[in-house]
């Protein structure tokens, strides 16, 4: 059976805006691409580069723990001003705990860790 995606009001009735989504578009229309920052992470921006498919997408920056280090800010002003060059929508969070941030990863999302790099300069896996 394929998996399908149902929208819908929640009442009984039909309307021209209920529909469903197939399982190989999901990703299209609510997917983001997501960059978690833990301390003493770093945003590589060049390795960021712009995903295949990203063109409809939002990208997500989650920074971890308070206050952000220079290097988180340094790392969400260099999304930002990427997802603008890109067109494309931008949101930066802040949680302060990891368990946090992955709990605002959903399952439709692509999580980037080849653009987080730790400051010894070895990339996080």
């Given at each position: 059976m394929a998996h399908e995606l149902a929208l819908s009001r929640g009442s009984g009735t039909r309307s021209s805006c209920d529909g469903v989504i197939a399982a190989e578009y999901e990703d299209w229309c609510f997917?983001?691409?997501v960059v978690v920052l833990a301390p003493g992470d770093r945003l590589?921006?060049?390795?960021?580069g712009r995903p295949a498919g990203l063109e409809s997408r939002q990208l997500l920056l989650l920074s971890v723990g308070y206050p952000?280090?220079?290097?988180q800010r340094r790392?969400?002003?260099?999304a930002m001003q990427r997802a603008?060059?890109?067109?494309i929508p931008f949101e930066a969070r802040l949680a302060w705990t990891m368990d946090e941030a992955l709990d605002l990863v959903s399952p439709l999302?692509?999580?980037?860790?080849?653009?987080?790099?730790?400051?010894?300069?070895?990339?996080?896996?």
């Open positions: 997917g983001r691409t590589d921006a060049e390795a960021l952000p280090t220079p290097d790392g969400i002003d260099a603008t060059d890109w067109g999302d692509e999580v980037l860790s080849g653009a987080v790099r730790r400051r010894s300069g070895v990339v996080r896996a």
